[in-house]
């Protein structure tokens, strides 16, 4: 089955507490990003990336890194999670010819 | 930069009924895309639009795209419950660019 798998789906942390979120897709997309969602505020993008190795900043970057080693995965990194880091995270990707995106189930992350 | 309104933000409506939800960018944006997030889910892909005039059908709902006029509607014909979700916009940003920039959404209630 097509699918973009996310883990974990729900985590409570610590502020300082370093944590990844995975995302995998089994799809061979080339384009993988990361969301964050907030009430009020939508869907906006972190990072993404365009292929293997090649990253690029989002609307809000700050606080996050990502890595792109292999194609299928794309893992979110918080370096030093603080409570504005609570949110409601989607990874997706898409085929780069035609840019429908497939989302993840969703990461709901607290930092307390 | 390319910024996407949607409006309305909240619609509730009764079961039967028609309505039409707007979606206006602010840039020359390629391609056109229309979501479904049920709640505590996951978004679902609906239209990919990729053209001027293009127009798309999925049951009760139908998309359309005017370039020139930097609108799409996503139109919803005789409402059933099932359709209540949150609707979401989204356009290419910077012509090519794999980047989505997202609408801030469509709450709908259909109510019976």
Redesign the interface.
């Known amino acids: 089955e097509a699918q973009v798998t996310q883990n974990p789906r729900y985590l409570i942390t610590v502020t300082g507490k370093k944590l990844t979120v995975t995302c995998s897709q089994n799809m061979n997309h080339e ?1 993988m ?1 990361w ?1 964050r969602q907030d009430p ?6 972190i990072y ?1 990336s ?1 292929n293997v190795e090649v990253t690029d900043k ?1 609307d809000v970057p700050e606080g996050y890194k990502v890595s792109r080693k292999e194609k299928r995965n794309f893992p979110l990194i918080l370096e030093s999670p603080s409570p504005n880091q609570t949110s409601l995270y ?1 990874c ?1 990707s ?1 085929r ?1 010819s ?9 990461t709901r992350l607290t930092v307390l | 930069e390319l910024k996407v309104e949607q409006n309305p933000l909240f619609l509730s409506m009764q079961e039967g009924k028609n309505y039409t939800i707007y979606c206006n960018y602010s840039t020359t944006s390629d391609r056109l895309y229309w979501y479904r997030q049920d709640p505590g889910k996951s978004l679902e892909s609906l239209f990919v639009l990729l053209s001027n005039g293009a127009v798309k059908q999925e049951g009760r709902l139908m998309a359309s795209l005017d370039t020139k006029a930097r609108l799409s509607t996503l139109h919803i014909t005789a409402a059933v419950h099932d359709l209540s979700a949150t609707y979401f916009c989204a356009g290419d940003s910077q012509g090519g660019s794999e980047k989505l920039v997202f609408g801030k959404g469509t709450k709908l209630t259909v109510n019976p």
């Open positions: 384009y990003s969301y009020g505020l939508g869907l906006r993008q993404y365009m989002g989607f997706a898409g780069r035609y840019n429908e995106q497939f989302f993840g189930p969703g």
